[in-house]
């Protein structure tokens, strides 16, 4: 159905992934690649200049630890784990969704979401983000 899917993730709040794994491997059935992302705040380092080292250190294990549950995920997916491609990346969802996307020529992005509430509505989700500044379709799975 799809070639290339971004799958943007939250691998400290996997619940939210777990629905939107079973779409993604149905639009991916035939030879689609499922694009597992996720996106580590970017620190406002150069404000911090004199923890800089300290910063890049927990940069560092933050990026370690994203890598390691993004492999870890792979195993609750049924396809093969040949098909699905792990990125770690800095900065906001919404832009690096729409880099990775540009970067892969992506065909479609599934995302996660809670459903919304007052906080979610006033203040915004990745999800929300997502969807109004995306270049691609976007399905989000409740």
């Known amino acids: 159905m799809y070639k290339t899917i971004i799958m943007p993730v939250d691998v400290f709040e996997m619940e939210l992934s ?20 996720h996106v580590l705040p970017a620190s ?31 195993s609750h997916f ?7 491609k792990l990125h770690v990346r800095l900065g906001s969802v919404r832009d690096a969704v729409n880099e990775l996307a540009e970067e892969l020529n992506a065909d479609m992005v599934v995302i996660g979401s809670r459903n919304p509430s007052i906080s979610t509505h006033l203040l915004g989700s990745n999800a929300s983000s997502v969807i109004r500044h995306a270049h691609i379709p976007v399905l989000v799975v409740r």
């Open 18 to 37: 777990d629905k939107a794994i079973r779409h993604a491997e149905f639009l991916a059935q035939q030879d689609g690649i499922i694009h597992l992302l």
């Open 44 to 74: 406002a380092s150069y404000t911090m200049s004199r923890f800089a080292s300290d910063l890049r250190r927990f940069e560092e294990h933050l990026q370690q630890e994203a890598e390691s549950r993004l492999t870890t995920m792979v």
């Open 78 to 84: 049924s396809l093969d784990p040949s098909r699905i």
